[in-house]
């Protein structure tokens, strides 16, 4: 094999491990996915909302705080297992003017849906992506832009692109109060329960990365019972041995095998006097 070769099969590589979706993965701005359909909670008062749920979590940012782009522009990333920085995947986009208009994908265009019902096409929320940065083309400097964005497994590491006030609805049935089973980095402000979700809040994000790990309610539950079996055990075998103890004692004192070492050792050995 040729240098020149062994060049372009390593330049592929780290083309992928960067996060080139055109060799690696699906094309970030693919206007089926932006199309896709999700819920968002538009009527929060925080600068960022994310509800967390099975294979995914939704995002709503108030683009009057963020902290990356230029001013008409959002960036959004995330980072690989070698810490380097790739574009995140965006789906089902939408912008929300202050007006209550929302601007989304149907059909892979954008479409204007104003609250009386009627819509209207537009060129406003565009996407492209380098190999580092989705970037989000803005409508309007003030607002709020929601989309969905993958996750795998019991934890969310979100790179915040606003900063403020933020609140996380974790999945239904988890927690993240028990620091053996869960961590949460930076550390929440406050922690409240909505229905079967329990809310996690900040009042003030300034940290780079926003870290979550979760676990199930039964987990607790099977971790306390581990604990009290454990226990039970430990005290089970803590009245066995000092049973065995009394024992051997009683078993010595029958057969007269205890010695008085403390009254050999007042004068010579018997025989010697």
Not at 49 to 63: G, L, M, S
Not at 118 to 134: K, W, Y
Not at 199 to 220: G, N, T
């Amino acid at each position: 094999m040729n240098r020149r070769l062994l060049a372009t099969l390593a330049l592929v590589a780290f083309l992928g491990l960067t996060g080139c979706t055109t060799i690696f993965g699906d094309d970030i701005g693919d206007p089926a996915a932006l199309s896709g359909d999700a819920e968002y909670n538009y009527d929060t008062d925080r600068d960022a909302f994310i509800t967390v749920n099975r294979e995914n979590y939704t995002a709503v940012y108030n683009v009057s705080a963020k902290v990356t782009g230029d001013n008409d522009t959002i960036e959004l990333w995330r980072t690989n297992a070698l810490t380097l920085e790739t574009p995140l995947e965006i789906s089902a986009l939408q912008f929300r003017y202050t007006n209550g208009t929302v601007v989304r994908y149907v059909d892979g265009e954008q479409v204007a849906l104003r609250e009386d019902g009627t819509e209207a096409p537009t060129d406003a929320l565009t996407v492209e992506t380098t190999r580092q940065r989705t970037i989000v083309h803005l409508p309007a400097r003030e607002g709020q832009l929601a989309f969905t964005a993958p996750k795998s497994g019991k934890e969310l590491v979100v790179r915040p692109a606003v900063h403020g006030s933020y609140e996380v609805a974790l999945p239904p049935d988890r927690d993240a109060q028990v620091p053996l089973l869960s961590r949460v980095r930076p550390s929440n402000d406050a922690r409240v329960v909505v229905g079967d979700r329990v809310h996690l809040q900040w009042d003030q994000l300034e940290a780079s990365a926003l870290s979550i790990q979760w676990y199930l309610d039964r987990d607790l539950w099977l971790l306390g019972g581990l604990a009290a079996i454990a226990g039970l055990v430990g005290v089970v075998g803590a009245i066995y041995y000092y049973r065995a103890i009394k024992r051997a004692a009683t078993r010595r004192d029958e057969e007269g095998l205890d010695v008085d070492y403390e009254d050999d050792r007042k004068g010579p050995p018997p025989g010697m006097r």
